[in-house]
């Protein structure tokens, strides 16, 4: 199996946590990590924290003060729907072996078996505004993308909902790091530098929704761009290729 496969497989064992002493297997896991190793992982979440203008450097973002741990139980639940650990666990599931990517592949394995002309003809007739925009990402993207598809969009929300679902006290530490760690080498193994993943989630968002697209999208871009150039960014900090634990 390739190591990127062995990551993936890491994901769905740990995802078991709903079982006794969720915490107890991943304790020593979580304190073997170097404070660059750490770092390295949360920095696959960057762009979402950095809109947000939370830490790069803590796991839950902020101090996990009431207000803190309040304010990100609200952004799960308007966000994700997420009230409960079940959610979260149910979340975190989907975006490990589905996410949006399985609608990205789906819609693209029609794109690229039909005639352009066909969709430039009969689209603005028999589409939605939404599905019509995603046609359009689709065929700028899917073939270039091959096998990547838009794994960092969901891979790096899936980092960054452990670390709000610590913060909100629905994970503990050792459960929250013990996830995103392997999702992290997944990541790694994928993605060819920072910018990679980077672009590659701006894609994913953009597929996603055409009105966040809309409202927002030139704000992501923009954080995109700051991590990319500001020396101080987790992304300028912390190599590409910094060794993780196997």
């Known amino acids: 199996m390739s190591r990127a496969g ?18 107890a297997l991943a304790g020593d896991a979580a304190r073997s990590f170097t404070s660059e190793q750490k770092s390295w992982v949360l920095a696959t979440s960057a762009i979402l924290f950095e809109r947000n203008r939370d830490s790069h450097e803590l796991l839950a973002g902020a101090p996990r003060t009431d207000r803190y741990r309040n304010r990100t139980r609200e952004l799960l639940s308007e966000w994700w ?38 969709i430039d003809l009969a689209g603005p007739l028999v589409l939605s505004s939404d599905l019509s925009h995603q046609v359009a990402v689709v065929r700028r993207h899917h073939k270039a993308l091959g096998g990547k598809s838009i ?29 995103i760690m392997p999702a992290a080498r997944v990541l790694q193994s994928r993605f060819a530098s920072w910018s990679d993943l980077g672009e590659n989630y701006l894609i ?17 871009r923009a954080t995109y761009q700051t991590l990319l150039s500001y020396p101080g960014s987790p992304w300028n900090r912390h190599p590409w290729g910094l060794k993780l634990p196997d």
């Open 81 to 118: 729907g997420i009230q409960t650990r079940a959610d979260l666990l149910g979340t975190l599931r989907w975006l490990e072996t589905s996410g949006h990517r399985a609608d990205f592949d789906r819609l693209g394995a029609v794109v690229d078996w039909l005639h352009p002309r066909l």
């Open 151 to 179: 794994l960092a969009w969901d891979f790096s929300r899936y980092v960054a909902l452990c670390r709000w679902g610590y913060a909100a006290e629905l994970l503990t530490e050792e459960e929250a790091w013990r996830c």
């Open 204 to 220: 994913g968002r953009e597929f996603w929704s055409l009105s966040q697209t809309r409202q927002s999208g030139d704000l992501y």
């Open 6 to 23: 062995r990551a993936l497989a890491c994901v769905a064992v740990t995802l078991w946590l709903a079982g006794p002493a969720p915490g």
